[in-house]
């Protein structure tokens, strides 16, 4: 069995805010020992549990916080940005199914941490589908038909992939008391924790099916200011939508969405206050 791990950051256990998940804040270091060993304890449960290969792709930030020399010696990491498709980047019709460690709940909704890829998009859309990371990620995994059979971040994060994807696994290794605060487990109760969730994730992998994408699907992404539209309008292929902050972009199917999703929200991060 080939598994693929994808790895984010603001859902690991006790990460609260930005001075943990900034590369450049006083807190950082220890949390991505913190993430190396969640990580971790995921990828030992799969090769204890029948999985023979695990690609793990980090996927918060510049993607290069996982601490290779700390992981399972058989684990294979995609590290480093750019990538071509982001956190789902290596992810194709040969893995059996996929696992989501460290995430977060999409953009304007209750959780810790939460946003949807930058601070600046309010909504994405696909068709009339609300998502976030998680729900574009899953539909990418979708599309090559690989099921999501495990979610792992704080409770928000949990209702999010239950309602997008019937019979998944997750793991809540905290509780939202507010985007900058939550109750959470110790690293070795949520280690414990991940470990008993990936065995069960890959025991019931049958009953879940992957989250098929649409064909030739329409993305649309709300921002939180006009000057970001504008920066996401230029690139071809877009529109905004008159009188609103949207920007939509018709596309041919979920992997092309997801590369103008990416371009859209690297322009819009180029707005200033002024």
Known sequence: MKLYISVDMEGITGLIDHTQVDSSKHNYDR?????TEEANHVITAAFENGCSEVVVNDSHSKMN??????????????????KPFSMVQGLDDSFSGAI???????ASMKGVMTHSMIFGVRHMYIN???IGELGFNAYVAGYYGVP????????????????LIPNVTTAVVKEAISRSSAKSLTPAKAGQLLKEKTVLALQNRES???LTPP?????????ANYGQAEWANLMPGTEIEPGTTIVRYQAKNILEAY??????????MRTTYC
């Open 65 to 82: 916080n996982l601490l290779i020399e700390k992981l399972h010696p058989e684990t294979q990491l995609i590290t480093g940005d750019v």
């Open 31 to 35: 949390s991505r020992l913190i993430m």
């Open 148 to 163: 999501v059979i495990m979610v792992a971040g704080d409770d928000q994060t949990a209702l999010e992939a239950e309602r």
């Open 215 to 223: 064909d030739n699907p329409l993305l649309r992404i709300e921002f």
């Open 259 to 268: 590369q103008a999703m990416l371009v859209m929200t690297e322009l819009a």
């Open 128 to 130: 009339d589908v609300a």
């Open 100 to 106: 989501f460690v460290g995430y977060h709940a999409r």
């Open 208 to 210: 879940v099916k992957p």
